[in-house]
């Protein structure tokens, strides 16, 4: 969860500080209580050429109710908190100029209330040559919390290869370390069996050229 939450928060400010790209990533669905959370919405713009100011809403919809709470607005550079239960706990962390394409916003201290269905939505004005064009974007966010963070599927798998990765390299540096011992160990034998045996080749020679002046 929270490295997953770092790449939404990374995409996030890619997006907000780039005016040339920009990539939708779906929000994280689960929070921890105790925590702060960042509610994630992005909504790209598709003419990047044609200037824009948004506006952005969240609205709340608790699991037990029918209707959505008006809870945020931002119309940069203005931030407001519109409902007394998200009161000094909400904070805007998406793209701070008029062309908004990030609306995250963190949640602090996320409480067992906070559970239940987020909508964000984007109010853009395209400003076109001949007429301005209104467009809506709305995403919603299912969210659950809980007293404990749970691990994704793939984090295990991951660390466990990481670990298994250790052992098989520690492994496969124990069989090097063998091998280069056993191969220097072996050159050095060998090259003493050539010292032995030049020095018993001098000596022979010199035997020999001793035997020869006494025959003489």
């Given at each position: 969860m929270i490295c997953c939450s770092s790449l939404f928060v990374v995409v996030s400010?890619?997006?907000?500080?780039?005016?040339?790209?920009?990539?939708?990533?779906?929000?994280?669905t689960e929070a921890v209580a105790g925590d702060r959370f960042l509610l994630g919405c992005i909504s790209c713009k598709r003419r990047e050429e044609v200037s824009a100011r948004t506006t952005v809403d969240w609205h709340f919809k608790p699991v037990e109710e029918e209707e959505f709470r008006h809870i945020f607005h931002y119309d940069h550079p203005s931030a407001e908190i519109l409902h007394q239960d998200f009161s000094e706990r909400l904070e805007w962390h998406g793209t701070k100029n008029r062309d908004i394409q990030t609306g995250a916003i963190y949640l602090h201290n996320v409480t067992f209330n906070d559970t239940g269905t987020y909508r964000c939505t984007f109010h853009r004005t395209l400003f076109l040559a001949m007429s301005d064009q209104h467009v809506t974007v709305e995403k919603d966010v299912e969210l659950s919390v809980v007293a404990v963070a749970n691990r994704e599927l793939t984090s295990v798998i991951t660390e466990i290869m990481m670990y298994v990765l250790i052992v098989v390299l520690q492994l496969?540096?124990?069989v090097v370390l063998v091998y280069c011992y056993k191969k220097i160990t072996a050159e050095h034998e060998a090259r003493e069996a050539r010292k032995a045996q030049k020095a018993q080749a001098a000596l022979l020679e010199s035997k020999d050229s001793c035997e020869r002046v006494q025959l003489e």
């Open positions: 400010l890619f997006v907000s500080q780039c005016h040339g790209g920009c990539a939708e990533v779906d929000s994280l496969w540096l124990i």
